[in-house]
Nanobody, 116 residues
């Protein structure tokens, strides 16, 4: 069993920054990658960014490239999402996820709201 807990969400004005954190606990020894998804009201959950455990493979959805940065601290079992130049369309609940040999796990989500 894997538990993921996100933090760092909040309300920010357009152009501002937030840093999301996610800490993993439990049976995490076979983690393959970790990442972030988001879900805006009335929309489906969408991929935002992912990073391999080694850090050698990093991917972003096109709409956040150049603004968001994902990173991982394996020693602390944490993954981060630095979000800069935030836009109102970035408003969503952001979910941390982990892919391991046993399947995918999700956190409970953290709300990010960007005001115009």
């Amino acid at each position: 069993q894997v538990q993921l807990v996100e933090s760092g969400g909040g309300l920010v004005q357009a152009g501002g920054s937030l840093r999301l954190s996610c800490v993993a606990s439990g049976r995490i020894f076979n983690t393959v990658r970790m990442g972030w998804f988001r879900q805006a009201p009335g929309k489906e959950r969408e991929f935002v960014a992912r990073i391999s455990r080694s850090g050698g493979i990093i991917e972003y959805t096109d709409s956040v490239k150049g603004r968001f940065t994902i990173s991982m601290d394996n020693a602390k079992n944490k993954v981060y999402l630095q979000m800069n130049s935030l836009k109102p369309e970035d408003t969503a609940v952001y979910y941390c996820n982990r892919d391991g040999l046993g399947g995918r796990s999700w956190g409970q989500g953290t709300q990010v709201t960007v005001s115009p």
